[in-house]
T-cell receptor, first 111, second 111 residues
Framework: EAQVTQNPRYLITVTGKKLTVTCSQN?????MSWYRQDPGLGLRQIYY???????DKGDVPEGYKVSRKEKRNFPLILESPSPNQTSLYFC??????????FGPGTRLTVT | GEDVEQSLFLSVREGDSSVINCTYTDSSSTYLYWYKQEPGAGLQLLTY?????DMKQDQRLTVLLNKKDKHLSLRIADTQTGDSAIYFCAVKTGTASKLTFGTGTRLQVTL
C-alpha cells in the first residue's frame, strides 16, 4: 500500500531534550516536506526536499533541522525543543511537487 | 511572501450546496489546490486547478478561479454529512514543492 508513515504519532517531551520525528514514504517520490499545523494558522511549511541531499527552508524553519540521506526518509530534528514548538506535524511526499500525499500526523507537546 | 486567506467556519444543511472561498496575494501562482482534512487524519487532495483555467468540475466539486481578483472557490453540490471536515486552500508559487496553505474552513453539515 502506497503511504507516508510518521513516528511517533504522539510525543510529550520537556524543553531542551533533543528529539527526532521520522518520516518514510514507499512511493519513490522525489519531493518531501514537513509542515506544522496550529489553530487559526493553517499549515505552514517548515522544510522541503527536492531530492537526496537537497533541502531548503520553508516559511518557519527556525528551531528545526532536516536531512535527506535516502530518498524514502526525511526526518525532522528538534535539537532543543521549546514550548512554542508544541504543534501537530505533518510530513508529505510528492512525485513531481504537484499532488502531495500526507502522513497521519505527529502531535508533539513540549512542556 | 504569499498570503492565503479563508473564512474559518461554514454551516450548511444536508442536500444544500456549500461554497468555500479563498483569496491569495501572489499573482504568479501556478497551481491552486483544495485539500480536505477529516478529524484525526492527514490532508487529502480533493482537486486542483491550473492558473490558466477559470473553472474545473469533478463530480460534485466545482472549482472557480478569478485571477483578476485572486479569488478561488470550491463548490460542493448536494452536501452530505460525510463532507463535514476542514477544507484547506493551498497555492503553489515558485519552487516545485513550495506550498502556502490557508487557515482552513471548517464545514459543518447539519440534518
Amino acid at each position: 500500500e502506497a503511504q507516508v508513515t510518521q513516528n511517533p504519532r504522539y510525543l510529550i517531551t520537556v524543553t531542551g531534550k533533543k528529539l527526532t520525528v521520522t518520516c518514510s514514504q514507499n512511493m519513490n517520490h522525489e519531493y518531501m516536506s514537513w509542515y506544522r499545523q496550529d489553530p487559526g494558522l493553517g499549515l505552514r511549511q517548515i522544510y522541503y526536499s527536492m531530492n537526496v541531499e537537497a533541502t531548503d527552508k520553508g516559511d518557519v524553519p527556525e528551531g528545526y533541522k532536516v536531512s535527506r540521506k535516502e530518498k524514502r526518509n526525511f526526518p525532522l530534528i528538534l535539537e532543543s525543543p521549546s514550548p512554542n514548538q508544541t504543534s501537530l506535524y505533518f510530513c508529505a511526499s510528492s512525485f513531481d511537487g504537484h499532488e502531495q500525499y500526507f502522513g497521519p500526523g505527529t502531535r508533539l507537546t513540549v512542556t | 511572501g504569499e498570503d492565503v486567506e479563508q473564512s474559518l467556519f461554514l454551516s450548511v444543511r444536508e442536500g444544500d450546496s456549500s461554497v468555500i472561498n479563498c483569496t491569495y496575494t501572489d499573482s504568479s501562482s501556478t497551481y491552486l489546490y483544495w485539500y480536505k482534512q477529516e478529524p484525526g487524519a492527514g490532508l487529502q487532495l480533493l482537486t486542483y486547478i491550473f492558473s490558466n483555467m477559470d473553472m474545473k468540475q469533478d463530480q460534485r466539486l466545482t472549482v472557480l478561479l478569478n485571477k483578476k481578483d485572486k479569488h478561488l472557490s470550491l463548490r460542493i453540490a448536494d452536501t452530505q454529512t460525510g463532507d463535514s471536515a476542514i477544507y484547506f486552500c493551498a497555492v503553489k508559487t515558485g519552487t516545485a514543492s513550495k506550498l502556502t496553505f490557508g487557515t482552513g474552513t471548517r464545514l459543518q453539515v447539519t440534518l
